[in-house]
């Protein structure tokens, strides 16, 4: 039997079927999908499959059901042939929107009229996409005679290029809106439409009118609709993942949720089993989070609160560019995912989110690192030390290396002035610290005596760590009078309490005192 292949970058669903590459069977929710309703919105994260499996959708619905032979499709559905009109924003650089909108469209117009073999229009409506989206679908339903499936990849890709620019972004969005609104005036013509992007940006700002646009983002039933789950790396890429130590792979790419099972990004598998089973930052390697970092900046957030923070439904659909809440964008980007759902007493729902794996946490805390001490150094110079002497239980270097990092990061870069003399302005620090190695970290980590300032795990080892900021009480006594490290006894590592006294006019540690239990 031929070796199978990855299908690193495929987004053709043809090629993989036809080419002997592994596939995920998502058809279930193909199935799902034309059976029972008509206007689709999802968001995903990018490199999640998203394209994919619009292209498994478009080969559906064009009725070519040979390909689907051995799926679960196959003998589901009755693949009646509907012409399919495609727009993707996806490989668009949108830094200069008119000229770069106007030659994607153009773009997909024209490959649209040739692949349906309609006639073109004349070259002036391409510069008009509301009435070229409305001239092609009325020319696909009557040259077909059957209703049109229209399928939008990565919709909001020129806003969220311009996200840091609100005046641009604002016009991106309204060109887009214009578009879109041709889905609600030509519904009789619509067999089936899908709009697929990163962000969920509210049906106010760029779907008003289309109300029986139905979200599955966070429906329950197409939670796998895109990415792999453990067990699809235990059955379909079973023998690609002999060897490989599924434990640390868990801790690597596993946990986005989407309120099914626990998900992998596609694209950190793929390469991760490419490059010989190396564990390394594939995902984030494709894109740095320059935009983040900048509203990070400008709202002055406090880092330890993205991990555990809670954000209503509400939040999290209401996201515009006037409004730009930072828990809706991480999670929508894919830094934070849905770690629990919370139930109101009303009836609604809340979510509490938190970073998905190891991957994206020592990612973006280095990130954030590399940025409050404005050096790039931080991974040559102090990772692999730091992570030996946590190993070791080497308190002592742990602690001159934190002092040696403190000494280069101005104290206002981050947070704001007015808490620089409190705790959590230093918890934020040395969170960044430990949470760029990849460890667990917990900040307001609650007991039933209290809550301890900071909690480090390890392989091997428990950290309780309290702090305190110019002040004479020492900090190891609170964690002994209130014994915060019973919480851990049972895991059966060895514990150490940490007291560290800041100062706040020396910007850095000035006392410290440590104790095994």
């Known amino acids: 039997m031929a070796i199978k292949r990855l299908p690193i970058g495929m987004q053709t ?56 032979k051995g799926l679960y499709l196959y003998d589901k559905y009755d693949f009646k042939s509907h012409p399919v009109i495609r727009l993707s924003f996806g490989s668009g650089d949108y830094s200069k929107l008119q000229a770069e909108l106007e030659t994607a469209f153009e773009l997909m117009f024209s490959n649209n009229y040739r692949e349906l073999k309609l006639p073109r229009p004349d070259a002036s409506t391409y510069k008009n996409p509301k ?94 609709i895109c990415g792999y789950t453990q067990e699809d ?112 007493p009303l009836g609604g729902r809340a979510f509490i989110l938190g970073v998905p794996n190891a991957e994206v946490q020592r990612s973006l805390n280095e990130y954030f690192l590399n940025y409050l001490g404005n050096r790039v150094d931080y991974t040559v110079q102090y990772r692999s030390p730091l992570m030996t002497a946590l190993e070791r239980a080497d308190i002592d270097t742990v602690v001159n290396m934190l002092k040696s990092l403190f000494a280069g990061i101005p104290y206002n870069n981050y947070v704001n002035n007015e808490i620089v003399s409190a705790e959590g302005f230093w918890a934020s620090l040395v969170y960044v610290f430990f949470a760029a190695l990849g460890y667990r970290v917990v900040c307001e980590d609650a007991t039933n005596q209290g809550r301890i300032d900071m909690t480090l795990e390890t392989f091997t080892d428990v ?16 964690i002994e009078r209130r014994r915060y490290w019973e919480k851990y ?14 100062s706040s006019e020396e910007r850095n540690i000035t006392a410290w005192e440590s104790k095994q239990i």
């Open 131 to 224: 009435l070229a989206l409305a001239d092609l679908i009325q020319k696909a339903y009557d040259r077909y005679e059957a209703p049109v499936v229209v399928l939008i990849d990565e919709y909001d890709k020129p806003i969220l290029d311009n996200l840091t620019r609100p005046e641009v972004a604002r016009e991106a969005r309204d060109i887009l809106k214009n578009l879109y609104s041709v889905l609600k005036d030509y519904d009789r013509y619509i067999r089936l439409a899908f709009i697929t992007g990163v962000s969920k940006f509210s049906k106010l700002s760029l779907f008003s009118g289309l109300n029986n646009l139905e979200d599955i983002t966070v429906n329950p039933e197409f939670g796998e």
């Open 489 to 502: 006894q049972s895991l059966g590592k060895r514990i150490h309490l940490l007291g560290i006294t800041f």
């Open 463 to 478: 950290f309780v760590i309290e702090f305190k900021v110019d002040s004479a009480e020492a900090p190891l006594q609170q």
């Open 233 to 344: 790396l235990e059955t379909v890429f079973a023998d690609a993942m002999e060897g490989a130590r599924m434990d640390l792979v868990q801790l690597w790419y596993n946990g986005y949720s989407y309120l099914g099972k626990k998900l992998y990004n596609p694209f950190d598998i793929l390469l991760f089993l490419s490059n010989g089973k190396t564990f390394s930052n594939y995902w984030w390697q494709t894109g740095s989070p320059g935009f983040l970092i900048e509203i990070l900046k400008r709202q002055r957030y406090y880092l330890p609160d993205l991990e555990n923070s809670r954000a209503s439904e509400e939040l999290l659909n209401a996201f515009d560019i006037d409004r730009i809440d930072i828990r809706a964008l991480l999670w929508q980007a894919g830094y934070l995912t849905i770690k629990q759902v919370v139930d109101d």
């Open 13 to 68: 669903f043809s090629e993989l079927i036809k080419n002997n590459y592994y596939y995920i069977d998502k058809t279930p929710f193909v199935y799902k999908l034309v059976s029972s309703g008509k206007f689709y919105f999802l968001s995903r994260p990018r490199r999640f499959g998203k394209t994919l499996f619009l292209d498994t959708l478009a080969e559906a619905m064009a009725g070519n059901r040979e390909l689907f």
